[in-house]
């Protein structure tokens, strides 16, 4: 295995060590983590168009879920990103196997039990002994789209609108403006795409026109989130997509005084988390895994994070008991003990 995590000062040798991964394949299938968002979305897009210049190797961007996210479904249709779904797609058809911003092991990619992957690009810590030929990380950085524009700019690669819009929407987003945990190169990458950027795309991807059922569950959202001191509780119930839930973390964060904001909600027989924090260097990742209590199913990075409690195994007969469990946990590991939880907002 080829292991890199600082990539500015090593960035020829990672080009000639992904060139000799795809020399003699004629098929790639780069895999996005399940209900995949705008930097998996970007950083394959990006790789299948850098596996077409180097090697001239036709790719396949495959994901499992759903893209329930309108700013997401807004993005592949506008740009026209050829995603497909696993389903449809044969693994032993393809002559190597990508995973970008996620990895093998993990419980949140549609990679078969065993199956070997030759290359990994993520911007999440790599573990030690991750089943792969060539990995490319770097957890400081905001994005794993920057990794991909980085080595698009260092290959020369002909980045067309299209890509250079879904890489600075990607950074975009993921940073939230380049606020959170972005640093000089994500930054640096952004400038970069940005004049290359159609603008009319951007900015109908990032203004979609949203569905009456976003409003339904917002009004959920509003109606039982829970504030004590500065923390913001969120339980949802069952939610048709995980990115509802993502989405009320990020927006009930933006709360005055609010520090920390977990949301949850149910799908078929998981329960999801998202947590969010505006505190730098807070170790999020590490707080979701305590709340959820098993790290296979829970990581992220310093200000968000997420997770994921399987019902059966939690023995989740009362949903409501469980939600209130989890808030527990939320203010235990925060340090707070016998938290008294008021509604957030007053009923009308």
């Known amino acids: 295995?080829?292991?890199?995590?600082?990539?500015?000062?090593?960035?020829?040798?990672?080009?000639?060590?992904?060139?000799?991964?795809?020399?003699?394949?004629?098929?790639?299938?780069?895999?996005?983590?399940?209900?995949?968002?705008?930097?998996?979305?970007?950083?394959?897009?990006?790789?299948?168009?850098?596996?077409?210049?180097?090697?001239?190797v036709a790719a396949t961007i495959a994901y499992n879920g759903i893209l329930g996210r309108a700013e997401n479904r807004a993005m592949v249709s506008l740009l026209d990103i050829p995603l497909v779904k696993t389903s449809s797609i044969r693994y032993s058809g393809y002559d190597r196997i990508a995973m970008v911003d996620t990895q093998p092991g993990q419980g949140n990619n549609p990679l078969p039990a065993g199956m070997h992957t030759h290359i990994v690009f993520d911007h999440h810590a790599s573990s030690?002994?991750?089943?792969?030929?060539?990995?490319?990380?770097?957890?400081?950085?905001?994005?794993?789209?920057?990794?991909?524009?980085?080595?698009?700019?260092?290959?020369?690669?002909?980045?067309?609108?299209?890509?250079?819009?879904?890489?600075?929407?990607?950074?975009?987003?993921?940073?939230?403006?380049?606020?959170?945990?972005?640093?000089?190169?994500?930054?640096?990458?952004?400038?970069?795409?940005?004049?290359?950027?159609?603008l009319p795309k951007m900015g109908a991807i990032t203004n979609p026109t949203l569905l009456n059922s976003y409003f339904q569950e917002l009004a959920i959202a509003l109606n039982r989130a829970c504030k004590f001191r500065h923390l913001i509780f969120i339980p949802l119930g069952y939610v048709d997509a995980p990115e509802i839930i993502a989405e009320m973390s990020d927006l009930f964060l933006r709360r005055e005084r609010t520090s920390w904001a977990l949301a949850v909600g149910n799908i078929q027989d998981s329960m999801y988390l998202s947590l969010r924090t505006n505190k730098k260097n807070a170790r999020a990742f590490r707080v979701i895994q305590r709340i959820v209590g098993d790290n296979e199913n829970a990581g992220g990075h310093n200000q968000?994070?997420?997770?994921?409690?399987?019902?059966?195994?939690?023995?989740?007969?009362?949903?409501?008991?469980?939600?209130?469990?989890?808030?527990?946990?939320?203010?235990?590991?925060?340090?707070?003990?016998?938290?008294n939880w008021k509604p957030l907002i007053e009923k009308l």
């Open 128 to 198: 030690a002994n991750i089943d792969a030929d060539l990995v490319v990380y770097n957890s400081k950085l905001g994005a794993t789209a920057t990794l991909l524009c980085e080595l698009l700019m260092a290959a020369k690669v002909d980045i067309k609108i299209n890509l250079a819009t879904a890489i600075a929407y990607a950074i975009r987003s993921e940073t939230q403006e380049l606020r959170r945990e972005a640093n000089k190169r994500d930054i640096q990458a952004y400038l970069a795409v940005y004049p290359l950027c159609s």
């Open 304 to 339: 968000f994070a997420g997770g994921k409690i399987d019902l059966e195994k939690a023995d989740a007969s009362d949903m409501m008991l469980l939600e209130e469990d989890v808030r527990t946990r939320f203010a235990a590991v925060l340090g707070i003990k016998n938290a």
């Open 1 to 56: 295995m080829i292991k890199f995590s600082q990539l500015p000062n090593k960035i020829k040798t990672v080009l000639k060590a992904l060139e000799n991964q795809l020399q003699g394949a004629k098929t790639l299938l780069i895999l996005l983590h399940n209900n995949p968002d705008p930097d998996a979305i970007a950083s394959g897009f990006a790789l299948a168009a850098l596996a077409d210049s180097l090697c001239g």
